[in-house]
T-cell receptor
Framework: DAMVIQNPRYQVTQFGKPVTLSCSQT?????MYWYQQKSSQAPKLLFH???????NEADTPDNFQSRRPNTSFCFLDIRSPGLGDAAMYLC??????????????FGQGTRLTVV | KNEVEQSPQNLTAQEGEFITINCSYS?????LHWLQQHPGGGIVSLFM???GKKKHGRLIATINIQEKHSSLHITASHPRDSAVYIC????????FGKGTRLHILP
């Protein structure tokens, strides 16, 4: 059974129209990550939550926001999508404790198309 | 310079060949992760290791913490092994390499 679920798998949105991507997990992991992956590139970390603590990467555009209402769910909001935001968006979770990280689990990703 | 470097970037080989993909990193890490990504985007975890060697079927992963280097080996490669293989390290966050695109010809 899938442990990290992203919805939808494919999302088409209009230029400038707000869009929300969803990630849920059944692992009770304390850390959730959002990555953006463009074609033939490594996933780029946008932000992550350590429990309720939000950690934004310095170069993540203000256009990208996130919410984590509870342990299980995390949302990525793109306020005004541009053509350059078309990408695969990956959600991952891990449990962090002390000096050790447990294995990260990834969702299947949401492929966002901006038209 | 990227904190995680993979080589080669692209690799094409014949079915049955022994495959080696390398990962070097420049940051202190607690663990390293090898991932497989097929067309369509889904990422599958292959190995997570912090020392030594792990084996699963035809896949072998090794890590040398002192040298900050890890290798992923595939024995008796098969066309279904064709995918992008990504190295990711755990420091204060997960840092990904750019991936190695592997294509196994029948």
């Amino acid at each position: 059974d899938a442990m990290v679920i992203q919805n939808p798998r494919y999302q088409v949105t209009q230029f400038g129209k707000p869009v929300t991507l969803s990630c849920s997990q059944t692992l009770n992991h304390n850390v959730m990550y959002w990555y953006q992956q463009k074609s033939s590139q490594a996933p780029k970390l946008l932000f992550h939550y350590y429990d309720k603590d939000f950690n934004n990467e310095a170069d993540t555009p203000d256009n990208f926001q996130s919410r984590r209402p509870n342990t299980s769910f995390c949302f990525l909001d793109i306020r005004s999508p541009g053509l350059g935001d078309a990408a695969m968006y990956l959600c991952a979770t891990s449990r962090v404790g002390g000096f050790m990280n447990t294995e990260a689990f990834f969702g299947q990703g949401t492929r966002l198309t901006v038209v | 310079k990227n904190e995680v470097e993979q080589s080669p970037q692209n690799l094409t080989a014949q079915e049955g060949e022994f495959i080696t993909i390398n990962c070097s990193y420049s940051v202190g890490i607690s663990a390293l992760h090898w991932l497989q990504q097929h067309p369509g985007g889904g990422i599958v975890s292959l190995f997570m290791l912090s020392s030594g060697k792990k084996k699963h079927g035809r896949l072998i992963a090794t890590i040398n913490i002192q040298e900050k280097h890890s290798s992923l080996h595939i024995t008796a490669s098969h066309p279904r092994d064709s995918a992008v293989y990504i190295c990711a390290v755990y420091s204060d966050k997960i840092i990904f390499g750019k991936g190695t695109r592997l294509h196994i010809l029948p």
